[in-house]
């Protein structure tokens, strides 16, 4: 059990040790993501920012996702959400969630495009991966913005979950795997939601540690 997301994120960091100074970009994915990938960019003195990935919520169960949709407009679906739902409110939801990611880029990163990502090591980062949704979509946008290697990285997950995550991406590090895996939080003794004010202090602090050591050189 990990005490807090700062705790589990420099664990992680050390697992993904043998990427350190090899210009690799760290994408979190926010809210959550934003503090683990801020610690493993430092640590890895990596290029660091955030991916916006929304997931698609059941019209019938919001937290239930069918599905995600990556800030290029890259969907992933659930095997059984075009069986579940009509193609007309699969759309709406999509496009719902498409003014939610205009409005977190516009946020979280005052509107800059991502990093390039052709040819480099990428790094998705979250603070746990439940249904893999978000995460997934985000593997396909960086599938199409041709990234040399896709390395999908968070403290805990499930032992199903990782598998289906290596079948996607390049490599996977996940540090815990519950067997009776419920829930991001229970990995954590101290664990909250966090805000966008919360994840936006995060890159505020990213661009001042970057600033500093820039006066060094």
Known sequence: MFTD???????LAKALEKYKNKNAVV??????????AFYVAL??????????SRKLGHPANPEYAFGAIAE????????????ELSEETINTVVDEQKKEIERRITILRKGK?????KGRTVILVDDGIA???TIFAAIEMCKNRNAGKIIVAAPVSGYEMEEKLAGKADEVVILEKPED????SQAYMSFYNLSDEDALKYMQRWEKEKGIESLKR
Do not use: C, F, M, W
């Not at 994408?27 to 683990?36: D, K, N, S, V």
């Not at 495009?113 to 990502?117: A, G, K, M, N």
């Not at 895996?181 to 991001?184: C, G, H, K, L, P």
């Open 5 to 11: 997301r700062k705790d589990a994120a420099l664990q």
């Open 72 to 83: 290029d407009g890259s969907v992933y679906l659930s095997p059984s959400a075009k069986q």
């Open 27 to 36: 994408l979190g994915i926010p809210r959550g993501g934003a503090e683990t």
């Open 43 to 52: 640590h890895l003195n990596a290029e660091l920012s955030l991916l916006v």
């Open 131 to 133: 249904t893999g949704a």
């Open 181 to 184: 895996y419920y829930a991001v």
């Open 113 to 117: 495009p991502l990093p390039e990502l």
